[in-house]
DNA sequence: TATTGTTATACTCTATAACTATA
DNA sequence: TATAGTTATAGAGTATAACAATA
């Protein structure tokens, strides 16, 4: 814990009521289900607001990465990996095709399935595109320090963990 | 670094093409700005499709909780804490009014301004009902051992502190 | 002329329900 | 009959552009 105690605390945020006259001043300590909830949504929004040139989106992006890290699967796999419901994937998919970023074939044994994989094209715009979106979360991870980094790469998988239960 | 360093590391990502026959194997290491993405944008789901009775969606609990914890505003002080565009956020407080939850007043020297402030209604909704819609969330992380939900507590810090530039 | 806020519009993201094809 | 996937539809979330009111 030694660590983490030397680090400042969540502010206790005290609640000021600006233009009450009253003068009355309510505490309250959101509980961290509240505070990560908050800072989820905040980031999240930060995150989709960041556009290139490209007209791929985030959505996309992320369902690629996923086909690029993991090597080719079929839609359903893809869906519960990235935790959406199947028709939503659907649509990933037809987008990153229109882009020639995935393909799909048959599957070898079951004429329901399909395997989708990246094309070439893909392999490179994740290489490429992917570190431009990337960009301003790049920035501000570096104005951290490497501790404050260390807590946010061991955050990410406990979140990981969490979101894919 | 000792508490961090006890811990399992991120794991490094084999890629293997299942179906690729050529049995070639790479090795990437997301990056953390990769992992952090990821990890958010997962989550963000997951608590969006959090439902509850009510009507009242994620976006618009988010800004009353601001609302609660940081006491009367403008709606571009609002906006700029949310992080939204001030077209968003007037849809969002028009949402809030209709359900009884925020009310407007005129500012007291400005009159293009206006003070927005929960009601009582929204007082008492934001103690019961958003706790309701985070009882997902809670259980999530009553799975995790005390040292991960400090891990948490502190990344929400950071990743609060990250978003709001 | 600059600032604050709203209205109009459009696009992304995602879900559920209903359907088709195959097992 | 069960499973995998797609199509149809709808609602949440958000942005930009254009506008109105006030400073």
Redesign the interface.
């Known amino acids: 814990?030694?660590?983490?105690a030397r680090?400042p605390?969540?502010e206790r945020?005290i609640?000021?009521?600006?233009?009450?006259v009253s003068g009355r001043e309510e505490e309250?300590e959101?509980?961290?289900?509240?505070?990560?909830?908050?800072?989820?949504?905040?980031?999240?929004?930060?995150?989709r607001a960041q556009r290139t040139d490209s007209s791929v989106t985030?959505?996309q992006i992320?369902a690629l990465?996923c086909l690029?890290?993991?090597?080719?699967?079929t839609p359903g796999e893809l869906a519960a990996k990235?935790?959406?419901q199947p028709p939503s994937m659907t649509r990933v998919i037809a987008a990153l095709e229109e882009h020639g970023f995935a393909s799909r074939r048959p599957h070898p044994t079951d004429g329901r399935q399909a395997?989708v994989?990246v094309t070439q094209a893909g392999r490179d715009f994740v290489r490429a595109e992917?570190c431009a979106r990337?960009r301003w979360?790049?920035r501000?991870?570096a104005d951290?320090d490497e501790?404050?980094?260390?807590?946010?790469?061991?955050?990410?998988?406990?979140?990981?963990r969490?979101?894919?239960?």
């Not at 609640?15 to 009450?20: E, Q, S, T, W």
């Not at 501790?147 to 979140?159: D, G, P």
């Open positions: 814990m030694a660590l983490l680090q605390q969540f945020q609640v000021r009521y600006a233009n009450d309250h959101p509980s961290l289900a509240s505070r990560l909830r908050l800072a989820v949504v905040r980031l999240n929004r930060r995150l985030l959505t992320s990465s690029y890290n993991w090597g080719p699967m990235e935790g959406v395997i994989e992917v990337e979360l790049d501000r991870l951290l501790e404050e980094r260390e807590v946010l790469s061991r955050a990410a998988e406990i979140i990981d969490m979101a894919g239960q």
